[in-house]
């Protein structure tokens, strides 16, 4: 079973900066991607990042391109977001995805989530 262990989140002011990171354990085939999305209260959950493992190419929503940095170390099963610039509206649980593929799903890929972490960006 994969686990997916989110930390970094907290209490900014606008304007400010946080980092966040999420760790992958368990047996894993392989790993396709590993994202961030995030649930504002009242709203869906939304893409915010994304990278491809093999390869590294990344992908960032419109609303957080240009604040956001995705970067990941291989090594330790790890992605981070690093946000700058937060605004009142980045408020949200961030959750950690994964795309992997493992004996418990015969190899095919399944979707993967954390628990999550709260960000609140005060104005």
């Known amino acids: 079973q994969v686990q997916l262990v989110e930390s970094g989140g907290g209490l900014v002011q606008a304007g400010g900066s946080l980092k966040l990171s999420c760790t992958a354990s368990?047996?894993?085939?392989?790993?396709?991607?590993m994202g961030w999305y995030r649930q504002a209260p009242g709203k869906g959950r939304e893409f915010v990042a994304d990278i491809l493992w093999n390869g590294g190419t990344l992908s960032y929503a419109d609303s957080v391109k240009g604040r956001a940095t995705m970067t990941r170390a291989d090594a330790k099963n790890t992605v981070y977001l690093q946000m700058n610039n937060l605004k009142p509206e980045d408020t949200a649980v961030y959750y950690c995805?994964?795309?992997?593929?493992?004996?418990?799903?015969?190899?095919?890929?399944?979707?993967?989530w954390g628990q999550g972490t709260q960000v609140t960006v005060s104005s």
């Open positions: 368990g047996r894993m085939y392989s790993v396709n991607d």
């Open positions: 995805n994964a795309r992997a593929s493992t004996p418990e799903t015969s190899g095919s890929l399944a979707p993967y």
